[in-house]
């Protein structure tokens, strides 16, 4: 059996006193996902355990059975492997973006203006050397890059040097503990970043940026450093043929999990995005694939931006690309990440709602997908860390366990 696997970012919320205190996904309209909770079994999940809040990067590894206690080592090396760089175990990999700086290097914007691509500036830094280690940059979406430290002696026990704030100098990288690879790795990452500035300011493109009115993209900011340690993809564990649906982070980890990336036309991480155009795609390739994951991103923008009708039209809009798999002949699995209430305008602790839907399933009396509805269900309430065992045996992936 196939299956899909449907994670909605930040779906979970609390109650809305415009909406008569329902949350936003039980005020959206979303007949299709309803048809599914029907058809199928529902129930409520921690992604990582009860009370805890989760980022979306241990959230999702929790999801596919990889518990974020042993296995996450910070979110630039799950990013920089959606950047299609081949890590080595022991990199040290940061997020990073292209910034403006003065001549004083205190920050003016840590986009660049966001600058549209970073091809040509990852370039005039990718390969160097400075004492020893290795410098790897690799362009990503629009003003995103990722960067990669390779060599010995290396920590990821430093701080960034990207505080995330305008209008103050950018900050020095310090070391995090009094290990010498940490000293040494601060010490490269503080003569990175005047290197880039030095590289970068000057160059013909900035110039003609400058000219234009627009921003330098004339330093390269980093932060969020991991050491990148391999684990067991679902091929590995499991067997089956896995592809990945998604952009920016999940992209990466799809990649950190050795998915094969499918990249959807319209598909953007943003408000505009075409989910529809991802969940026909999923079919479209169903074929050729055990597992795929889709992921869809802009109910938790818009709840991190505090606006619960904007979620509920990004939920609208959901449901009606899940109409595209109503007739998938395998398993459908809908469900979130975590919860980002609208009032919090951040991730929260509260379990997130899960429909499993499709042949042999036990249907229960669940009919409409909701936090509160779906607590009634069979499934009731598990981690997110026993999700893939459930669907991997559903799918016929798993062995008897004794005799
Ligand atoms: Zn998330």
Avoid at 75 to 101: Q, W, Y
Avoid at 159 to 168: I, L, M
Avoid at 209 to 222: D, Q, Y
Avoid at 358 to 383: A, N, Q, T, Y
Wanted: hydrophobic share 35%; glycine share 12%; aromatic share 6%.
């Amino acid at each position: 059996m196939k299956a899909i696997l449907v994670i909605m970012d930040g779906l979970g919320d609390r109650p809305i006193k415009e909406f008569g205190g329902k949350t936003p996904l039980e005020y959206a309209k979303t007949p299709n996902l309803d048809k599914l909770a029907a058809r199928g079994i529902n129930g409520i999940m921690d992604t990582v355990a009860p009370g805890i809040t989760p980022g979306s990067d241990t959230a999702h590894l929790s999801i596919f059975g990889l518990d974020p206690h042993k296995h996450y080592h910070g979110r630039g090396p799950i990013e920089a492997c959606g950047a299609g760089v081949e890590l080595r175990h022991g990199d040290i990999a940061f997020r990073a973006n292209m910034g403006t700086v003065d001549e004083s290097m205190t920050v003016i914007d840590r986009r660049a203006g966001r600058i549209g691509s970073t091809v040509e500036l990852c370039k005039q830094l990718d390969g160097t050397k400075i004492d020893g280690v290795e410098i790897i940059l690799k362009p990503s979406a629009w003003y995103r890059a990722a960067l990669i430290l390779r060599g010995k002696g290396i920590s990821d026990k430093v701080t960034g040097n990207d505080s995330k704030k305008t209008g103050a100098r950018i900050q020095e990288v310090t070391p995090l503990d009094g290990s010498k690879e940490a000293k040494k790795t601060a010490t490269v990452l503080n003569k990175l970043t005047k290197l880039s500035y030095e590289r970068l300011h000057d160059l013909e493109m900035n110039k003609e940026r400058m000219e234009n009115g627009e921003l330098p993209a004339n330093v390269l900011l980093f932060r969020s450093g991991g050491q990148y340690v391999p684990v067991p993809s679902l091929k590995e564990r499991y067997g089956m043929k896995c592809a990945c649906i998604g952009t920016g982070l999940y992209r990466g980890m799809g990649a950190f999990l050795k998915m094969d990336l499918i990249d959807v036309p319209g598909a953007t991480g943003r408000y505009d995005s075409d989910f529809s155009a991802k969940t026909k795609k999923a079919l479209e390739i169903s074929d050729d694939y055990d597992f795929i994951f889709i992921h869809m991103k802009p109910t938790d923008s818009a709840a991190e931006d505090g606006n619960p009708e904007l979620k509920v039209q990004m939920v609208e809009r959901m449901d009606k690309a899940m109409g595209e798999l109503l007739d998938f002949h395998g398993l459908v699995i809908s469900t979130a990440d975590h919860t980002t209430p609208c009032e919090l305008k951040k991730h929260s602790y509260e379990p997130v709602p899960i429909i499993m839907a499709g042949p042999g399933i036990l249907k229960d009396d669940v009919k409409k997908f909701g936090e509160r509805s779906c607590s009634k269900g069979g499934i009731h309430r598990i981690r997110g860390l026993d999700l893939m065992p459930i669907i991997a045996n559903h799918m016929g992936f798993s062995k008897l366990y004794g005799a």
